[in-house]
């Protein structure tokens, strides 16, 4: 009986499975991961075409946000990454992608019992594809960011052969676990104290993400103003990063609150029964505009204040959800609603989620959502303020993180019997992202030549 890799994820013995794993080799070898095959393409015209359904008049911003540095660029070139990995040959061991695994998307979130967890925070591009892609798109980072930091090519190639044996390590270990053992297992934060010792940076970072929480931000994101009923609280403007009216989002802000009770219903309907419950003891005080990330700038995002008994709050973020970058690539999303594409991605990548993670679309705005809280527990380490161990600590860290993700969303015996136990998937892994770090050089120095030629018009934010 001739076994494919699609019918044995999760099934048969272990040994099976991992001889399926080996047999994928044959039809794509480890080393061909090492190639870096973009073809002929126009990285900027990659990059316009990701532009689609985001609002026009930030698009100076994105791109004034990409052209600070080539880690910047990466950042939100997810969609050109995908172009160039879908060229080569396509690993059939799949896994549910984050989609964008670069180093800045791995941070604290709190779980629902409020241990603080470790890992991919970031799923907007999440879609099921080959294993190796997320694996190919960390290992670039980390050599961008080396170069960023000015680190030797010594140091760098430290950095990503830690973060590969790492990886590799922890798969195999995985492959042996029991099945309920692998979906149940955590990395807390105190993983990243133990890890080569903890920087005085991963301490403070750990502590200040213990203490946030919707009560904690009261103090800097809410005012009180005078309300129908007395005092009553409100969003604090926090120009660029969180206002109610400004230019374009005005129009955008005025459309979402047309319809935003259906807007709540459909997302109350998302939630699991008992969370509706706990969703309806709060009361909507405020919407604002929040401005996300660089990959994401340009998509619609909104946070909400609630309250229960007048005071107790609730911040939740309300971010568009567009298709995934991978989708012309791997096929579309199981999912009608990218949302739900996002939050199924989520829960099966990360040990544990947000209690109030679901998704809506908003009619008003011809737009899909997926909802989440704000900033609950929620941190990331500043990369560059990094020393060279600090970066090869946090590879450490990462790999830990990214082995137990595809651990729990796909079957870690046919990854680990693909890998196998030498050196030539680390070995290909680094040649790929070494070579993807200088294509990355080249496509930041492609916006730049066209920013300089006016071809493009960016907004340099001020530094906060």
């Known amino acids: 009986m001739k076994h494919t890799t699609d019918h044995l994820i999760g099934r048969g013995p272990l040994q099976v499975r991992m001889d399926a794993g080996r047999a994928a080799r044959k039809q794509v070898p480890r080393s061909s991961l090492a190639q870096h095959l973009p073809g002929k393409r126009d990285p900027l015209a990659l990059l316009r075409e990701s532009d689609r359904g985001r609002v026009q008049e930030l698009l100076p911003v994105r791109y004034g946000r990409m052209l600070a540095s080539p880690f910047a660029f990466y950042r939100g070139a997810a969609a050109i990454m995908a172009h160039d990995l879908a060229q080569g040959l396509r690993c059939p061991v799949t896994v549910q992608l984050c989609g964008d695994a670069h180093l800045s998307n791995f941070g604290l979130f709190a779980s629902p019992e409020r241990r603080l967890l470790f890992g991919l925070n970031d799923f907007d591009e999440t879609l099921p594809g080959p294993f190796d892609w997320d694996v190919r798109r960390l290992a670039a980072s980390f050599v961008i960011a080396g170069r960023e930091l000015q680190l030797a090519r010594s140091a760098q190639e430290r950095v990503v052969r830690t973060l590969l044996d790492t990886y590799h390590a922890r798969m195999l270990e995985f492959a042996q676990m029991d099945t309920l053992e692998v979906w149940y297992y955590q990395d807390t934060a105190e993983l990243l104290l133990t890890l080569g010792g903890a920087s005085k940076q991963e301490k403070q970072v750990i502590e200040k993400a213990r203490r946030k929480n919707s009560r904690a931000l009261v103090d800097d994101a809410v005012e009180w103003v005078d309300g129908a009923s007395g005092r009553e609280m409100r969003i604090k403007d926090a120009p660029p990063w969180v206002y109610h009216d400004a230019g374009a989002t005005q129009r955008e ?21 008992d969370r509706r419950e706990l969703f309806d003891r709060y009361e909507l005080m405020d919407v604002a505009v929040k401005v996300p990330g660089v990959g994401s700038v340009g998509r619609r995002c909104f946070i909400a204040l609630f309250a229960a008994d007048g005071h107790h709050p609730l911040f939740l973020q309300f971010k568009e959800a567009a298709d995934s970058v991978l989708e012309p690539w791997l096929g579309q999303s199981p999912y009608e609603h990218d949302g739900q594409r996002i939050v199924v991605g989520q829960r099966l990548c990360q040990a544990a989620s947000d209690i109030f993670l679901g998704w809506a679309s908003s009619k008003a705005l011809g737009a899909e959502f997926y909802v989440r809280q ?38 870690p015996a046919l990854i680990a019997g693909y890998i196998g136990k030498g050196d030539a998937f680390d070995a290909a892994i680094t040649r790929h992202a070494f070579a993807y770090a200088d294509q990355n050089e080249a496509d930041h120095a492609a916006l730049a030549a066209a920013v300089k030629a006016g071809k493009l018009s960016v907004i340099i934010e001020a530094e906060d």
Do not use: H, N, W
């Not at 802000?253 to 029964?273: G, K, N």
């Open 253 to 273: 802000i005025s459309r979402f609150e047309s319809s935003i009770q259906i807007f709540f219903e459909d997302y109350r309907a998302s939630l699991p029964e």
């Open 374 to 411: 704000l900033r609950d527990m929620k941190a990331s380490l500043d990369v560059t303020q990094f020393s060279a161990d600090d970066l090869a600590d946090y590879a450490q860290a990462c790999g830990y993180a990214l082995a137990r993700s595809q651990a729990k969303a796909g079957d």
